[in-house]
């Protein structure tokens, strides 16, 4: 069974950063693509970065490109989003998400997400 | 990439079979056959239901069906279920190797 479990969301300061972690299990980790889609409260959902199985592709929204960096360790199958500069615009649940396989962005399984509240 | 245009609500009663539209672009949902469809209850992950245009998820209902003509594609729902009340987003592989989702359609199950 596919697992992702996000966490090191919470209440940041405007300017400040984060780490997410998403560490997944149920599946063969280094073979598929994996995503960061966020939803800010109330608001629709937001693509906002995807990860090539390898690592060596990354791709990022125009809205995070520059503050936001997606990274993975395919050793401990987890997944990483360091999030600097954060605005208020950026408060949202923050979900991991897996693609279908090691090049597409889409999502085909979810966690439950994590929220980063950015707020002074 | 601007977000793919869904109408903010749908609704319909018990039984009957309603129709999400979801328009975008010749750089999305026109350029590939690559758009899914999401289910999302209050407080709650989103649910795929739809991938490639027309294809399910094994144990989605086959009252859930999609379809595409030039730049909209679309989300037919039969037979609706009180449980079908939800967010619906659909999504689209866009050129820049990305995904881009809809505005969001919320289903009311009258």
């Known amino acids: 069974e596919v697992q992702l479990l996000e966490s090191g969301g919470g209440l940041v300061q405007p300017g400040g950063s984060l780490r997410l972690s998403c560490a997944a299990s149920g599946f063969t980790f280094k073979n598929y693509a994996m995503l960061w889609v966020r939803q800010a409260p109330g608001k629709g959902l937001e693509w906002v970065s995807g990860?090539?199985?390898?690592?060596?592709?990354?791709y990022y929204a125009d809205s995070v490109k520059g503050r936001f960096t997606i990274s993975r360790d395919n050793s401990k199958n987890t997944l990483f989003l360091q999030v600097t500069s954060l605005r208020a615009e950026d408060t949202a649940v923050y979900f991991c998400?897996?693609?279908?396989?090691?090049?597409?962005?889409?999502?085909?399984?979810w966690g439950q997400g994590t929220l980063v509240n950015v707020s002074s | 990439q601007s977000a793919l245009t869904q109408p903010a609500s749908v609704s319909g009663s018990p039984g009957q079979s309603i129709t999400l539209s979801c328009t975008g672009t010749s750089s999305d949902v026109g350029g590939y056959d690559f758009v899914s469809w999401y289910q999302q209850h209050p407080g709650k992950a989103p649910k795929p239901m739809i991938f490639?245009?027309?294809n399910r998820p094994s144990g989605v209902s086959d009252r859930f069906s999609g379809s595409k003509s030039g730049n909209t594609a679309s989300l037919t729902i039969s037979g609706l279920q009180a449980e079908d009340e939800a967010d619906y987003y659909c999504s689209s592989y866009t050129s820049s190797n990305t995904e881009v989702f809809g505005t969001g359609t919320k289903v009311t199950v009258l």
């Open positions: 990860i090539s199985g390898s690592g060596d592709d990354t």
């Open positions: 998400a897996k693609g279908p396989h090691s090049g597409s962005p889409r999502p085909d399984y």
């Open positions: 490639d245009v027309n």
